[in-house]
């Protein structure tokens, strides 16, 4: 299957719409396309979002309200707003000030500090076998060349204490 | 050709020439160099015989740790950490070429596995290789680490999703000095630092060696079989049933072969089936009776400072940890059975 066609299906793919080969295919194709695995993943996180939004309803009047204020006469503009619209009227200016603003954005954009806020802190799972998979796992990462094993010893040692909390919690009905 | 055209001609020539050679350095030289940088680091471990004191943070759970240790290689393939103060007073870590022991005063109980791998061995290359193959690795500069002139060489991943790591090379005898990992966003997963380091006073076999349990471990039914590389069916005989494997593997990735895990506390058994790339890996847990805390609808937790993403399917239990990005473990887990059910309820 070429990506073309695969990018074309996705949509369907992700709503679970397709069946049987087309999905075969879809899915042997993305297991060997990285570019069409980014553009699923894309697409996922666009329904998403999608998803998320909520259906607002109108608050009761606002259509009155609306036709009413147009009707009204326009007041008067303030002075700096008549300064704007006289400044900005011409494409020269406006163009100035759009680069002008995307200065700014691309210097805050590109601000190379890491970012402030800190990683959401996920729950700690009251899980035994959990933590003593972590355990297992960082002393198999301990063994890779280049491995900072000193970090890797409070985590290892951490893991099998919560390992044995839990065991007493459990050896006490807690 | 005139003189003023000869002389035109030699100045951009010599220009392009300058250019072209600052093109050679910055993409050819530099990164070949911090390539060899790196593959002298990972020989140098285990082969300088030293002390040294460091300091370590480390993030686990939504907590940062921080902790100071004493460090130990006689440069023969055997070393200790030994930590001070705090929480983790007491507790020792080491390798007696045999196997990796580490010692918590708490639990009075020494706890093995199997022996780090030595970046000159066959399969140490191998590990080595795919750093290579899946890191960008550039020499930012020098600093001083310890009062010791070190490079700083980046390993920037190739694919989305893995860790970055920074590491401080001693200019002399290749050891590192410092060594930090962030997490794709940047976020600080783990630093360590040394303050001081003694190339002059080789440590003795004593403070080498693992102190004795006061508590005997317990007896391991599988113990013949801890550390032993299994094929998935292999395992699946031995295990008494079907040793899943993802079919999806993130780019960068390989097997790196089943094994039987055995909770050291529990005796509960589970397979385990590990993926590297060099540098940073992901295991599949698959087990009966074992992750009890997680229902079938999917769980998603931060364990120390690796995800986790576990679920039941059927009568198997699943649970996949790495330091891969929760997306990517999200994508492994769709891809095993009842996966797909869990992952969406675990974001």
């Known amino acids: ?174 | 050709m005139s003189p003023s055209r000869a002389r035109f001609a030699l100045v951009v020539g010599g220009t392009a020439l300058v250019l072209f050679g600052i093109v050679v350095w910055s993409q050819v030289m530099r990164p070949w160099r911090a390539a060899r940088l790196l593959e002298q680091a990972a020989a140098a471990d285990g082969k300088v015989p030293y002390r040294a004191t460091a300091k370590t943070k480390v993030l686990y759970g939504s907590d940062v740790l921080e902790s100071e240790a004493k460090i130990a290689s006689d440069g023969d393939g055997k070393s200790a950490i030994r930590y001070e103060g705090g929480s983790l007073d007491g507790v020792a870590m080491g390798n007696d070429g045999a196997r990796v022991w580490r010692y918590d005063p708490r639990a009075k109980r020494v706890y093995t596995s199997p022996p780090p791998i030595s970046a000159t061995s066959p399969l140490g290359q191998k590990h080595v290789d795919l750093i290579l193959s899946n890191y960008r690795v550039t020499e930012e500069g020098r600093e001083d680490v310890a009062k010791r002139p070190a490079y700083r060489i980046l390993l920037t991943p190739k694919q989305p999703g893995a860790n970055s790591r920074r590491l401080w090379i001693d200019r002399e005898t290749n050891i590192i000095l410092a060594s930090e990992e962030r997490d794709s966003q940047g976020h600080l997963v783990a630093k360590t630092v040394f303050d001081s380091i003694d190339y002059d006073r080789p440590p003795s076999p004593k403070e080498l060696k693992a102190p004795p349990p006061q508590v005997a471990p317990r007896k391991r039914h599988s113990e013949r079989f801890i550390g032993v590389k299994f094929t998935p069916a292999e395992l699946s005989k031995e295990i008494g049933f079907t040793v899943r494997v993802p079919s999806y593997v993130p780019e960068g990735y390989v097997a790196d072969g089943s094994y039987l895990y055995h909770c050291p506390e529990c005796h509960e058994t589970a397979s385990e089936t590990r993926y590297t790339n060099g540098m940073d890996s992901f295991s599949l847990f698959q087990g009966r009776e074992v992750c009890d805390a997680h229902g079938k609808g999917g769980h998603v937790s931060r364990v120390g400072n690796r995800q986790v993403v576990s679920w039941k399917h059927g009568d198997d239990q699943f649970c996949v940890i790495g330091s891969l990005s929760l997306e990517e473990l999200k994508r492994i887990a769709a891809s095993l059975p009842g996966g797909s059910a869990a992952a969406p309820q675990a974001r």
């Open chain 1, 1 to 174: 299957m070429i990506c073309q066609r695969a990018t074309e299906l996705l949509p369907e793919y992700l709503y679970g719409f397709l069946k049987g080969r087309q999905r075969q295919e879809i899915d042997r194709h993305l297991r060997e396309c990285r570019h069409c695995q980014v553009e699923l993943e894309i697409q996922r996180r666009a329904l998403l979002l999608v998803e998320a939004v909520q259906p607002v309803e109108p608050p009761v009047g606002l259509w009155n309200g609306v036709r009413e204020r147009i009707s009204q006469p326009e007041p008067p503009l303030s002075a700096w707003r008549r300064w704007f619209v006289a400044t900005f009227r011409k494409p020269i200016n406006a163009a100035g000030g759009l680069a002008v603003a995307a200065t700014l954005v691309a210097a805050v954009l590109s601000d190379p500090r890491p970012p402030a806020t800190p990683p959401r802190p996920l729950p700690f799972p009251e899980n035994r076998s959990a933590a003593g998979y972590l355990h297992q796992h960082a002393l198999i990462e301990a063994r890779l060349p280049l491995a900072d094993r000193v970090a890797l010893g409070p985590v290892v040692t951490l893991a099998v204490r919560q390992n044995l909390a839990h065991d007493r919690s459990v050896e006490n009905g807690e």
